[in-house]
């Protein structure tokens, strides 16, 4: 968070040195008018910390305080007392006022104060980062997943964690694009910062602009208080910007001066704000395609997605959810106050032949529902939603061309692609006839049509372990 600081000082000479001492600080300055009464204006901005002559306060002083103190901000109020008058100091902090300082003091001293004050605040948000255990979560580590084709993924994802370069997330709705941009955050040098996460598809097009970049009272009707915006929230952290697809071509052009020089200027404001942030993106629609239709900008494209990393459907990652399962039983279990052991075989067999197009926001949704209905200490077919309980879905899922994900063959030859998916396609037909019949390598090799020597060595490059098959009811 970029802090923000509104000052109205009486003395000219101390509005200068101030002015000239606190930019040096991370912070927003912003003056108010000395000839004006100063009170609306200060009660109209948006700070985080408020310095103020006490020969500006209008009387009675405890009404004006208490203006500032209810603002939504909660800000902090420091004044500046031209009296060293113990009485009077006291008087101040019991009307609310959070530092009272002599401003005879000398100015360094003065300035440390400020400093402490503005690190307070910026504890003050930190703290509201992190969970009751102290922790912020996700993590990367923490991410449920077998499937060798997300933990390559994830190899990926901790290689770019260091990195400051922006980010651009693809995957279908619900695979977790929004899940894993706060574990990057989170294990990124800029985890101690804010995640301020934005969804483009869900604010009015006239808003977006000042929704991202904040505006200045009276910028627009309505328009009754300043406000800050979202890449000023995320100083020093990171922003996500859900659904960029969505965003409106007029903003896209605005957003890529932005990313420029991270410089901008709040809707109806005048002067230019700062911020170091990193920007993550996220979309489910298809860029390229946007693009040709001229929907979305090609530069602004390859400006947001100096990095870009596709998350697989879960439909091309079936091992990891009988984990994901698992997890969201115990999670609903608890949240719901139950005790629920597992899943039986068929509920758990239709869970992972089932196509996922919701992906694991729809998985989270079918296991809470199924919680909540279960009454034994076993999840069964029957607590899922009826689409599970066609006889379709216990037959092997087809092979669906558009379920490839073409973006992960964008640095493979053909022959290596070919490779890729002939393994897919190898693995899925053993595994089946090893189901069949109860991982017999034998009568496997004889139906598959090739010699138990040669399902054994394939069955080592492509990981399946018979051991699991055997286990299951033959
Ligand atoms: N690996 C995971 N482990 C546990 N929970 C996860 C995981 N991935 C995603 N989730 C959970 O699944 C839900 C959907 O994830 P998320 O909102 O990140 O998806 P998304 O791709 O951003 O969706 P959309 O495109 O619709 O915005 C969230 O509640 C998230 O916490």
């Given at each position: 968070m970029l802090i923000r600081v509104v000052c109205a000082i009486k003395e000219k000479k101390m509005q200068a040195d101030l002015e000239k001492r606190l930019s040096d600080l991370d912070v927003q300055l912003k003056f108010c008018d000395?000839?004006?009464?100063?009170w609306q204006e200060l009660a109209r901005s948006c700070a985080d910390v408020f310095i103020v002559s006490?020969?500006?306060?209008?009387?009675p002083v405890e009404s004006s305080i208490s203006i500032l103190n209810n603002l939504p901000e909660k800000p902090i109020t420091i004044v500046l007392h031209n009296r060293e008058s113990s009485e009077e100091h006291a008087n101040l902090l019991a009307s609310g006022v959070d530092v009272v300082l002599?401003?005879?003091?000398s100015f360094d001293s003065m300035i440390e104060v400020i400093e402490s004050t503005l690190e307070s605040r910026r504890q003050f948000y930190y703290m509201d980062r992190f969970d009751q255990r102290g922790r912020y979560q996700p993590r990367l580590n923490d991410f449920v997943s077998n499937s060798k084709e997300m933990q390559m993924f994830l190899d990926e994802a901790q290689q770019i964690v260091t990195s400051d370069a922006s980010l651009l997330l693809l995957g279908?709705?619900?695979?977790g694009k929004e899940h894993l941009s706060k574990a990057i955050h989170a294990e990124s040098?800029?985890?101690s910062g804010p995640f301020i996460a934005i969804n483009m598809a869900a604010i009015p097009e006239q808003l977006i602009e000042s929704e991202l970049f904040g505006h200045e009272q009276g910028?627009?009707?309505?328009?009754v208080r300043s406000r800050r915006g979202a890449f000023e929230m995320a100083h020093t952290g990171t922003i996500f910007l859900d659904?960029?697809?969505?965003?409106?071509l007029q903003m896209q052009t605005k957003l890529l001066r932005v990313l420029q020089d991270f410089e901008f200027t709040p809707v109806g404001g005048e002067k230019p704000v700062w911020v170091d942030v990193r920007v993550i993106a996220a979309t489910n629609k298809n860029l390229e395609k946007e693009i040709k239709k001229g929907q979305f900008r090609q530069d602004l494209y390859y400006r947001l997605g100096v990095i870009t990393l596709t998350i697989p459907p879960l439909r091309r990652r079936k091992e990891d959810i009988p984990a994901l399962a698992n997890h969201f039983l115990s999670v609903y279990n608890k949240k719901i106050g139950c005790e629920i052991n597992r899943f039986s075989n068929d509920a758990m067999k239709a869970l992972c032949t089932y196509?996922?197009?919701?992906n694991i926001r729809e998985l989270m949704n079918v296991i809470e529902r199924a919680v909540i209905l279960c009454k034994s200490d076993t999840i069964s077919i029957?607590?899922?939603?009826?689409?599970?309980?066609?006889?379709?879905?216990?037959s092997p899922a087809g092979f669906d061309i558009?379920?490839?994900?073409?973006?992960?063959?964008?640095?493979?030859?053909l022959s290596e692609a070919k490779q890729e998916i002939l393994h897919q396609v190898e693995k899925k037909y053993l595994e089946m006839v090893l189901e069949k019949t109860g991982g017999k390598i034998g009568e496997t090799a004889r139906i598959a049509g090739i010699h138990p020597r040669g399902l054994y060595g394939k069955m080592k490059i492509l990981n399946i372990d018979k051991a699991t098959f055997k286990s299951k009811d033959h």
């Open positions: 000395r000839q004006k009464s100063p006490s020969l500006l306060i209008p009387k002599y401003s005879g003091i279908e709705t619900g695979v040098h800029r985890s910028a627009f009707t309505g328009a659904e960029i697809g969505e965003m409106p196509q996922w197009p919701g029957e607590n899922f939603p009826s689409i599970f309980h066609k006889k379709s879905m216990t558009n379920d490839l994900d073409l973006n992960a063959w964008k640095n493979k030859t």
